[in-house]
């Protein structure tokens, strides 16, 4: 069929539905020629048509094809020298994905002739492969972008008020059996009556879903009947993956993931995004041609300056994007505006966000990545977080991001994982950790929401785990346990994995309660991996990002125990919810207020007075109090009043004996109630009210919490 095309516009980028045709944009620098690639259905094995694109402006290469309407499926092919010593690898043999494009349909086989170069061949990757590769890669789909929204606005949940929940599309509702089968593991689960009541009942705020961009498996997983479940194998950053569509992958499942958003935010909760703009799922010079590699390899991608045939590597996946880039700065960006725009999201977590920062080798805060997201209009006003780190040298950069940014705080993980393990000389990072760590993040101007605090997440040992192994066990894998990190800071409580030991069963279910119970008490903003609320286990397996499998999946059958420890989490949110004295706009001051003898914040030993310099390097303190002032916050409410909240004591004893502590008055008369102990002792309403003064027993490993009744304050 011929079909009429014009010269069509350079933007937007991408394929764009304009009613009697579609307008189709791609950028090449080096590309000699490019061909649109047109398919008569996305099951096609071969093109019915091939359009030379002949208009090319700054690089984009461009045309009008009437005729074809939305559900078109395309491709294409770009043609130009294979020179990998100087870092050119077009293969017009090889079908291309459209780096813009909203919806990818198909997979990649990987054992096919997937890859630009003969496998085997002497030369390796500096060999050619010739064979056409159209019927075992993805292509892409003309949508229609209009969706019935219908006022969706994003909830703007303030920082200060955020508790997030992370987890992963498929796994989290795969086994729910409250969640209609055809819907299980899909985004329709999560829009789910059944999941929606979960969710605002457990109390978190935001959703923040591992990645949903479209990703590939991973040719050495899938020969060892793996894949990549986790999804950071990035193919394009435009498209939600049609893996977790419950329609099909025919372009409906952006429909799906708008109706999506929509539902989690009628229910008032917000929906974050993981993203992995660091690199794709292209690898490095042995690995397949799938779209930008084949498209401008040295536009795209960081190549060593000395040797282009090899790439830079900072995320060890063997490439990273080219940021230093413009025509890469804007492809992050528009796909950034995109997911906000259009798909409504609330905000990006971004994966190994320190190789983004690196303008030549070393990371930098002012670089053009940082720069271009704060003079946005669109991001800049949305949920920014980045894990600040890579692999490469300087990369861990916990602390030094520039305003507007939260970062996951490694530290606060590393902290509480020690201190409850029992460790010496942890008090002064403690106390660092539980007030918002100012010591990262004040210095700069930025607030304790800074630091997004979590003990467990999707990356090492869950909760469980934490406190049930102490060594890795990943055998699962397919690597002989190599793989995983080794350093997990756990600790198994006197024997590795399951027991039917009562008195490490207990330990162990005191010892979730002390990290959930600190998480939610702590400045800054709580994160919980889905599942840690209610014993989720990966046997072990601190790396289980290959296993799509029941290593990985959420085990929705509930016990005693379970549930115990679900309404435990439950109470604690609604505890830091109802009381902003844990959840601070500002950081505290440790100093008197207003000429009152009453800190804002205090730090007790077990005999009741302050703690010295020489206390807080101590090797052998491993029980301190802390007194939260909610009379002096020195806050307002919105209306500009004084925001004035209840006084709280907290003592924490992670020490393997129990404890007297002595609590102090602190004001005259005071009385103080006891609230939450992961002891769980029994307690009456009468002897959980203790006079200020009196010694309390405090049991080996707990936490408890009391809240002030009574007493005036002290002039």
Request: hydrophobic share 35%.
């Amino acid at each position: 069929m011929v079909r009429s095309v014009t010269l069509g516009k350079p933007y937007p980028l991408g394929s764009t539905w304009l009613g009697d045709g579609v307008n189709f944009a791609i950028y090449s620098e080096h590309a000699e020629k490019i061909e649109l690639c047109l398919f008569a259905s996305p099951s096609a094995i071969v093109e019915n048509e091939r359009i030379s694109l002949q208009e090319v402006t700054a690089h984009i290469w461009h045309a009008c094809v009437h005729g074809i309407c939305i559900g078109q499926t395309y491709a294409y092919r770009v043609y130009g020298p294979y020179d990998p010593e100087n870092g050119l690898r077009f293969n017009h043999n090889k079908l291309l994905i459209d780096p813009y494009s909203k919806a990818v349909t198909g997979s990649v086989d990987t054992d096919a002739s997937i890859f630009g170069y003969s496998i085997g061949h002497p030369d390796s990757d500096l060999s050619f492969e010739a064979t056409n590769d159209v019927g075992y890669v993805p292509k892409c789909i003309v949508i229609d972008s209009s969706f019935p929204w219908e006022n969706d606005q994003l909830p703007r949940i303030p920082w200060s008020e955020t508790i997030i929940y992370e987890l992963h599309v498929r796994g989290f509702s795969i086994k729910n059996q409250s969640v209609p089968p055809e819907l299980r593991g899909t985004y329709s689960a999560l829009a789910s009556p059944p999941v929606l009541e979960y969710l605002k009942k457990l109390g978190v705020t935001t959703i923040e879903l591992m990645p949903i961009h479209t990703f590939v498996p991973d040719k050495h997983l899938a020969e060892k009947g793996l894949t990549n479940y986790w999804g950071y194998n990035t193919l394009n950053y435009f498209s939600p993956s049609a893996v977790y569509s419950s329609t099909g992958d025919a372009g409906q499942q952006v429909t799906e993931f708008k109706a999506m958003v929509k539902a989690l935010h009628r229910a008032g909760l917000e929906v974050i995004l993981d993203v992995v703009y660091n690199h794709t799922a292209e690898g490095n010079q042995l690995g397949p041609t799938l779209s930008f590699r084949g498209i401008d390899n040295p536009t795209y991608y960081r190549l060593y300056p000395e040797n282009k045939r090899y790439y830079m590597d900072y995320s060890g996946t063997g490439n990273i994007l080219n940021a230093n880039h413009p025509q890469v700065l804007q492809l992050v960006m528009d796909s950034l505006r995109y997911w906000v725009s259009e798909m409504h999201v609330d905000g990006f977590r971004f994966d190994l966000a320190s190789a983004l920062a690196r303008e030549t080798k070393n990371v930098d805060k002012l670089s053009a990545f940082f720069d271009i997201i704060h003079q946005d209009p669109v991001i800049s006003q949305v949920k920014l977080i980045a894990e600040p780190w890579d692999i490469g040298e300087g990369g861990y950069q916990v602390g030094n991001f520039p305003l507007l940014w939260t970062e996951w705080n490694g530290k606060y993980r590393d902290t509480l994982r020690r201190f409850w393990r029992g460790d010496a000389g942890q008090m002064a990072e403690l106390g660092y950790r539980l007030t918002g760590s100012s010591d990262l993040y004040e210095w700069d101007g930025r607030s304790p929401y800074a630091s997004i605090n979590f003990v467990a997440c999707h990356d090492g040992f869950t909760l469980e785990d934490l406190v049930s192994y102490n060594d890795k066990h990943n055998e699962a894998n397919g690597e002989e346990n190599r793989d995983g990190l080794d350093l997990n800071l756990s600790w198994n409580c006197g024997k590795e994995g399951p027991t039917d030991d009562p008195d490490i069963i207990e330990l162990r279910e005191r010892q979730k309660r002390n990290f959930i119970a600190t998480l939610m008490l702590s400045q800054g903003i709580p994160m919980l991996s889905a599942g840690d609320e209610f014993y989720r286990t990966q046997q072990g397996n601190n790396n289980a990002y290959c296993q799509d499998n029941e290593i990985s999946w959420l085990n929705w059958e509930m016990d005693e125990r379970k549930m115990a420890l679900l309404e435990f989490t439950r109470k604690l949110i609604a505890l830091r919810k109802s009381h902003a004295v844990f959840h601070r706009r500002k950081f505290f001051q440790g100093r008197a207020i207003h000429g009152s003898e009453i800190k804002d914040v205090m730090w007790l030993r077990p005999d009741g007075l302050e703690m010295t310099d020489n206390d807080w390097e101590s090797e052998w303190i491993r029980c301190i109090g802390v007194r939260l002032s909610g009379h002096a916050t020195r806050e307002l409410n919105e209306d500009g009043s004084p925001l004035i909240d209840d006084d709280f004591f907290m003592i924490l004893n992670s020490c393997h004996e129990n404890v007297e502590f002595q609590l102090p008055a602190f004001v005259r008369g005071a009385t103080w109630e006891i609230i939450m102990d992961t002891n769980m002792s029994a307690q009456t309403k009468e002897d959980s009210r203790i006079k200020g003064g009196s010694l309390i027993h405090v049991p080996s490993r707990s936490l408890i919490l009391f809240r002030r009744l009574s007493g005036k304050k002290t002039a």
